[in-house]
């Protein structure tokens, strides 16, 4: 599900409305800084605090169903635990440093157009086509990839060397997300400080991090995901 102003109080019938539906899990997503989001400009009704407030309460409900019963899971966190907790390869683009932006993903538009990742072309939806990468009439496979526009958005987002984030814990659960970046502030590495991806990375890895030290019952349930 993709998170309106309308949903933020709304966690726990949503994801009950997903378990009666018979559905073995939710994705719990904010909105996205491209595309429909701006044009009605929905992404600025919540900042991320907010969300992440409405993630916790959606985290701790899923906890508390499979407490009482089925399996049911958070994907997002499921991703995460992998990263966190298993040598085991997740193949999630933004959760990816190098960023998987073209070298994970490359999108084939309906006119041709190709981009680095759904977000870029959705970017260009609304007019900027920082990561569109050629046109597939006039770009061999190698040219798109090795393009100066995409190498250059990689190189300058790694976040091993980046300020910020090569000195936070998390940095090797964590990703470098360009697009965002490039969306939010201009650039694609960003200033993490004032980023509200990173706000939100450390927010659920901290919480994460928390439930598995802190509550037996509900770790073993977290420990389950990362091995799934
Ligand atoms: S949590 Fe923020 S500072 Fe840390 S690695 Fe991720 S983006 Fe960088």
Redesign the pocket.
């Known amino acids: 599900m993709t998170t309106t102003e309308a949903s933020l109080d709304r966690v726990d019938e949503i994801i009950d409305e997903y378990l009666q539906l018979g559905l073995d899990g939710i994705f719990l997503r904010p909105l996205s800084p491209f595309g429909f989001a701006i044009k009605t400009k929905q992404f600025a009704k919540y900042d991320a605090q907010k969300w992440l407030a409405f993630y916790e309460r959606g985290l701790r409900r899923v906890l508390e169903i499979n407490r009482q019963g089925p399996p049911f899971r958070e994907f997002y966190a499921a991703l995460l635990l992998t990263r966190m907790l298993s040598d085991r390869p997740i193949g999630y683009v933004d959760l990816r440093s190098p960023a998987g932006a073209g070298l994970g993903a490359l999108v084939y538009n309906y006119d041709g157009s190709v981009f680095a990742s759904d977000e870029g072309r959705m970017l260009a939806e609304i007019g900027d086509d920082a990561f569109r990468l050629g046109h597939v009439e006039h770009n061999s496979y190698n040219s798109l990839i090795l393009s100066d526009k995409l190498i250059g958005a990689i190189s300058s987002s790694l976040?091993q060397c980046?300020p910020?984030?090569s000195t936070?814990?998390?940095?090797s659960h964590?990703?470098?997300?360009p697009v965002y970046h490039h969306a939010t502030q201009g650039d694609a590495l960003g200033i993490?400080p004032l980023?509200a991806?990173?706000?939100r990375?450390?927010g659920i890895?901290g919480l994460l991090l928390d439930i598995l030290k802190n509550s037996p019952e509900d770790a073993a349930v977290l420990r389950r995901w990362a091995a799934a």
């Open positions: 976040t980046a910020e984030c936070c814990v998390y940095e964590c990703g470098a997300d993490k980023s991806f990173c706000a990375q450390k890895m």
